[in-house]
């Protein structure tokens, strides 16, 4: 069964910094494209930032010269870096990747920030 598993999330104060890793079970997702999203109370869920499996990156607008998206291949891993964060990047981050014509999500990780 596949599975992807996100974490790194927490309290973080405006201007700190956090780690996010998205880790698959049954599937590598550095082989995969694997795209970061999030989703505000009461908003609709939004792309973020992505990687290809060959490196590429792409970045919403709104995180461009904050947030950088890496693969450690060693461990099998995409990590979204996030600094300089602000409040209204507050809310639950989800990672999505899979094989063509497959999609898969984890569960999610809460990001807060606040003073």
């Known amino acids: 069964q596949v599975q992807l598993v996100e974490s790194g999330g927490g309290l973080v104060q405006p201007g700190g910094s956090l780690r996010l890793s998205c880790a698959g079970s049954g599937i590598r997702v550095t082989n995969y494209w694997v795209g970061w999203y999030r989703q505000a109370p009461g908003k609709q869920r939004e792309f973020v930032a992505s990687i290809t499996s060959g490196g590429t990156r792409n970045y919403a607008d709104f995180v461009k010269g904050r947030f950088i998206i890496s693969r450690d291949t060693a461990k099998s891993l995409v990590v979204l870096q996030m600094n300089s964060l602000k409040p209204e990047d507050a809310a639950v981050y989800y990672c999505?990747?899979?094989?063509?014509?497959?999609?898969?999500w984890g569960q999610g990780t809460q990001v807060t920030v606040s003073s």
């Open positions: 999505n990747s899979g094989p063509a014509g497959y999609t898969y």
